[in-house]
């Protein structure tokens, strides 16, 4: 599998889920339209395992947000 590299993403202006009533089990079960800072929009189709993972991710990088936000900052190193 190939990376996907996006610009910065600065919104994330709406998403649909798949209904299984109407559109085959094949198709995303999620798709997200992310707005890039150059005003460019993209729409971002997910599987149940990327839901997952991103999910894992976000949570991740909100714990490290928050350690980090409990620490005292490194004191300058002197060079000698």
Known sequence: ???MLLPMMIDCSGSTLRNDELQPPTDPILTVCLKAQDGTYYLLPL???GIAK???VISDWRRVQDFLSEQEPPEPTKLQ
């Open 1 to 3: 599998m190939t990376a």
């Open 54 to 56: 991103l999910f894992l």
């Open 47 to 49: 599987s149940e395992a």
